[in-house]
């Protein structure tokens, strides 16, 4: 079965930049999505169509793509950005499938 | 705005049928979007289950396609997951979740409901 992969743990201090990667074979033809999900909460989509941020989330989230990897980019981070983060996307016949995770500390 | 809550019973034995129910409110089910049914087991990263348009069209994961039916009722509003032969491996929080799709591009899961707690166990 299809799998994307990300690493398990990102750790940045206050202000600085965190870049959580999402590795799967299938990314170049497929748009990948990123989901924060805070303890005890439902997750939230931060980034969809690989770059594109929906409204009301803060312009310091972006993201990008490059052949097989997505990449999510928090700049200035702050510790509100604290959480376990998925990338999302779908194999070759458009089956969704969620990235295991990276949990993102703030130091 | 859109509001998704999940709703069933939250313990259930080895063997027997997991049963929700996702109730929309703020909005219509017969909106151009799908509806979705995500789970979380304890400690563990997110898995899709499956997808229900209003048509009645629906989208599973190949690893629980034998198990799982996800419908929908126009008249309630709402839609539901049907999981058979569970065990413990089953045991998770389940989301509920709007799935934005337009001109046949999809846009991700932008509401979410609260999630509710199902163990299975005897």
């Known amino acids: 079965s299809y799998e994307l992969t990300q690493p398990p743990s990102v750790s940045v201090s206050p202000g600085q930049t965190a870049r959580i990667t999402c590795s799967g074979d299938?990314?170049?033809?497929?748009?990948a999505y990123w989901y924060q999900q805070k303890p005890g909460q439902a997750p939230v989509l931060v980034i969809y169509?690989?770059?594109e941020r929906p409204s009301g989330i803060p312009e310091r989230f972006s993201g990008s793509s490059s052949g097989t990897t997505v990449t999510l980019t928090i700049s200035g981070v702050q510790a509100e950005d604290e959480a376990d983060y998925y990338c999302?996307?779908?194999?070759?016949?458009?089956?969704?499938?969620f990235g295991g995770g990276t949990k993102l500390t703030v130091l | 705005q859109v509001q998704l809550q999940e709703s069933g019973p939250g313990l259930v034995k080895p063997s027997g049928t997991l049963s929700l129910t996702c109730a929309v409110s703020?909005?219509?089910?017969?909106?151009?979007?799908?509806w979705s049914w995500v789970r979380q087991p304890p400690g563990k990263g997110l898995e899709w289950i499956g997808e229900?348009?209003?048509?009645?069209?629906?989208n599973y994961n190949p690893s629980l396609k034998s198990r799982v039916t996800i419908s929908v009722d126009k008249s309630k509003n709402q839609f539901s997951l049907k999981l058979s032969s569970v065990t413990a491996a089953d045991t998770a929080v389940y989301y509920c979740?709007?799935?934005?799709?337009?001109?046949?591009?999809?846009?991700?899961?932008?509401?979410w409901g609260q999630g509710t707690t199902v163990t299975v166990s005897s």
């Open positions: 703020g909005g219509s089910i017969s909106s151009s979007n799908w």
């Open positions: 169509k690989d770059s």
């Open positions: 979740a709007r799935v934005v799709v337009a001109t046949s591009v999809y846009y991700g899961m932008d509401v």
């Open positions: 999302q996307s779908a194999d070759s016949s458009g089956t969704r499938v």
């Open positions: 299938a990314l170049p033809k497929q748009y």
């Open positions: 229900i348009y209003h048509s009645g069209s629906t």
